[in-house]
């Protein structure tokens, strides 16, 4: 399963470069250095799972 946001932060949306990003365990979504730990990665991350949750109460449509 390859997805091309994979290589993308998901915070701010910046290409990422091997080795230079980090692993946001409860989203499953890579986060360049700059945004990791940051109060915007903790909204985005909300933000990701708010959208999640949607998609499975709104996934039957
Ligand atoms: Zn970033």
Redesign the pocket.
Known sequence: MEIQDNHR??????T?KKDQ?RMNTSVMKP??????GSE??KQSEENLLDSLADGLVCGCI
């Open positions: 932060c998901f915070v701010c949306k910046s990422l990003y986060v360049c250095l700059q945004c990791a915007k990665e």
